[in-house]
């Protein structure tokens, strides 16, 4: 909207900009405030653009010269500068060095995107305590001939590098390298950098490729029988100690109550007895078994102890998937600091097959925030009320009193046994009613004390 308004020799010129998307207004009063505005807008766009390319350069720079091309480009200033302030030809000369020394470092970072670069693991999945090998393919993508370079392949903490000779256009190279043993966890390889540098190091140029691998390294387990732990083969189901009016497993005769359903009464007891007389029957149900691991820290003397256990739920569990049963693993989950004692939360480990249940472990570490064994045990009981087997693996730190409370979380049809962790002591096996306990000191020790368990 243009309006005129006129008064006297003066004429005043007033432009409204309204922005209905944006909700704001702009007036400009007169043409010199226009000009006015308009190139303090113009000055504020070309100050945030220069002041944005000055930190990028800044930041580029950073990496770019390494703390001895500093000194020789404070050397050529410094030089320069008093050399020809003060007329000394001593200093005008070691500017000159210098500054001829930055100069012919400078070629030494071209190439750093001529590079082609494919790593590649022989295995992506490994048990605990063993190494794999690997490659990386270097190709020169480039019309021109590539300068000899390095590269840097991050393992985790670690780094490997190897150097990459002078390459003609569309050559390559492989080089093979050995990842050494890795305890369990998931372990980033890569991605691959190439590193341009001169060769006094005044100039470092990088460049990271996308190509990125995780190296799952998976616990160490032991095969386990079938019929450990007291399980047993089902293929109809297996009886419970839950008593109902219909099912597959007889269990004994009761006297009729009205509502019974006439197909179970039993003649030849009522027969007998002169009254009406049913059979009753033990709930028969799949196996559902559970296994709990505790990830508190307190609960574990040290980290091997800790391994120990991670070990042992995942042979039950692997054990439990080649039986094709109906499993549930769970562990605690992390809790923030804030909000620990008013929140509950668990965490499920993939259960269909054994590679993605072993992956699942080598992701589980010890939590100084997360929930007590008992809590986890009674979350996970409250989540499944059909479970007939659960299994809880902890620690040396526990006790019987605090084991007996995270099993007295499970109804009392559920078959119980806790699998303890002490690296320290002789295996055995204990019963504590409602639950059984067998001590592990190494992860052999498991196999036969489970089916000394189960026959007793």
Same mark, same amino acid.
């Given at each position: 909207?243009? #309006?005129?308004?006129?008064?006297?020799?003066?004429?005043?010129?007033?432009?409204?900009?309204?922005?209905?998307?944006?909700?704001?207004?702009?007036?400009?009063?007169?043409?010199?405030?226009?000009?006015?505005?308009?190139? /303090?807008?113009?000055?504020?766009?070309?100050?945030?653009?220069?002041?944005?390319?000055?930190?990028?350069?800044?930041?580029?720079?950073? @990496?770019?010269?390494?703390?001895?091309?500093?000194?020789?480009?404070?050397?050529?200033?410094?030089?320069?500068?008093?050399?020809?302030?003060?007329?000394?030809?001593?200093?005008?000369?070691?500017?000159?060095?210098?500054?001829?020394?930055?100069?012919?470092?400078?070629? +030494?970072? %071209?190439?750093?995107? /001529?590079?082609? *670069?494919?790593?590649?693991?022989?295995?992506?999945?490994?048990?605990?305590?063993?190494?794999?090998?690997?490659?990386? =393919?270097?190709?020169?993508?480039?019309?021109?001939?590539?300068?000899?370079?390095?590269?840097?392949?991050? =393992?985790?903490?670690?780094?490997?590098?190897?150097?990459?000779?002078?390459?003609?256009?569309?050559?390559?190279?492989?080089?093979? +390298?050995? *990842?050494?043993?890795?305890?369990?966890?998931?372990?980033?390889?890569?991605?691959?950098?190439?590193?341009?540098?001169?060769?006094?190091?005044?100039?470092?140029?990088?460049?990271? %490729?996308?190509?990125?691998? !995780?190296?799952?390294?998976?616990?160490?387990?032991? /095969?386990?029988? #079938?019929?450990?732990?007291?399980? *047993?083969?089902?293929?109809?189901?297996?009886?419970?100690?839950?008593?109902? !009016?219909?099912?597959?497993?007889?269990?004994?005769?009761?006297?009729?109550?009205?509502?019974?359903? @006439?197909?179970?009464?039993?003649?030849?007891?009522? $027969?007998?007895?002169?009254?009406?007389?049913? @059979?009753?029957?033990?709930?028969?149900?799949? &196996?559902?078994?559970?296994?709990?691991?505790?990830?508190?820290?307190?609960?574990? $003397? &040290?980290?091997?102890? %800790?391994?120990?256990?991670?070990?042992? /739920?995942?042979?039950?569990?692997?054990? $439990?998937?080649?039986?094709?049963?109906?499993?549930? *693993?769970? =562990?605690?989950?992390?809790?923030?600091?804030?909000?620990?004692?008013?929140?509950?939360?668990?965490?499920?480990?993939?259960?269909?097959?054994?590679?993605?249940?072993?992956?699942? +472990?080598?992701?589980?570490?010890?939590?100084?925030?997360?929930?007590?064994?008992? !809590?986890?045990?009674?979350?996970?009981?409250?989540?499944?009320?059909?479970?007939?087997?659960?299994?809880?693996?902890?620690?040396?730190?526990?006790?019987?009193?605090?084991?007996?409370?995270?099993?007295?979380? %499970?109804?009392?049809?559920? $078959?119980?046994?806790?699998?303890?962790?002490?690296?320290?002591?002789?295996?055995?096996?204990?019963?504590? @009613?409602? +639950?059984?306990?067998?001590?592990?000191?190494?992860?052999?020790?498991?196999?036969?004390?489970?089916?000394?368990?189960?026959?007793?």
């Amino acid at each position: 909207m243009t #309006s005129l308004d006129q008064r006297g020799t003066d004429s005043r010129v007033t432009r409204t900009l309204t922005s209905t998307g944006s909700g704001e207004r702009t007036e400009v009063t007169t043409p010199r405030s226009r000009a006015l505005v308009g190139l /303090a807008v113009w000055a504020t766009g070309l100050w945030r653009m220069l002041r944005r390319a000055a930190r990028l350069t800044a930041a580029a720079a950073g @990496r770019t010269v390494r703390p001895a091309g500093a000194l020789v480009l404070l050397a050529a200033t410094v030089g320069l500068t008093a050399g020809l302030a003060l007329g000394w030809v001593e200093w005008i000369a070691a500017g000159v060095v210098a500054l001829v020394l930055l100069a012919m470092t400078v070629p +030494f970072l %071209f190439g750093a995107r /001529a590079y082609d *670069i494919d790593l590649a693991l022989a295995h992506e999945r490994v048990v605990a305590g063993t190494g794999v090998a690997a490659h990386v =393919v270097v190709r020169n993508a480039g019309s021109r001939v590539a300068l000899p370079g390095r590269i840097d392949v991050p =393992v985790d903490a670690g780094l490997v590098e190897f150097g990459v000779p002078m390459l003609r256009p569309g050559q390559e190279i492989v080089h093979a +390298f050995d *990842i050494p043993p890795q305890p369990r966890g998931i372990v980033p390889v890569g991605p691959a950098t190439t590193v341009r540098s001169d060769p006094i190091g005044l100039l470092r140029r990088e460049r990271a %490729f996308e190509d990125r691998h !995780d190296l799952y390294v998976h616990p160490r387990t032991v /095969a386990l029988p #079938s019929t450990s732990a007291g399980l *047993i083969r089902d293929l109809d189901g297996s009886p419970t100690r839950r008593l109902v !009016d219909a099912d597959m497993s007889f269990h004994a005769i009761r006297e009729y109550a009205p509502g019974d359903a @006439r197909r179970q009464i039993h003649w030849k007891s009522t $027969a007998k007895t002169g009254r009406l007389m049913v @059979r009753q029957y033990e709930e028969s149900r799949r &196996s559902r078994m559970a296994v709990v691991l505790g990830l508190a820290e307190a609960e574990y $003397a &040290s980290a091997d102890e %800790f391994e120990l256990a991670v070990s042992c /739920a995942a042979s039950l569990s692997v054990r $439990a998937v080649q039986d094709a049963r109906d499993l549930d *693993i769970v =562990v605690g989950a992390e809790i923030p600091r804030v909000v620990r004692g008013r929140l509950r939360a668990i965490r499920h480990i993939p259960s269909g097959a054994p590679r993605p249940l072993l992956d699942g +472990f080598s992701g589980v570490a010890r939590l100084a925030n997360t929930m007590a064994l008992e !809590d986890v045990c009674r979350l996970t009981a409250e989540a499944n009320e059909r479970l007939s087997i659960a299994v809880i693996v902890t620690g040396s730190t526990g006790g019987p009193a605090r084991l007996r409370r995270a099993a007295l979380a %499970f109804p009392a049809d559920t $078959a119980l046994l806790v699998v303890v962790c002490d690296e320290q002591a002789h295996p055995r096996s204990q019963v504590f @009613r409602p +639950f059984t306990a067998i001590t592990v000191g190494t992860l052999d020790d498991l196999a036969g004390l489970l089916l000394r368990s189960a026959t007793s």
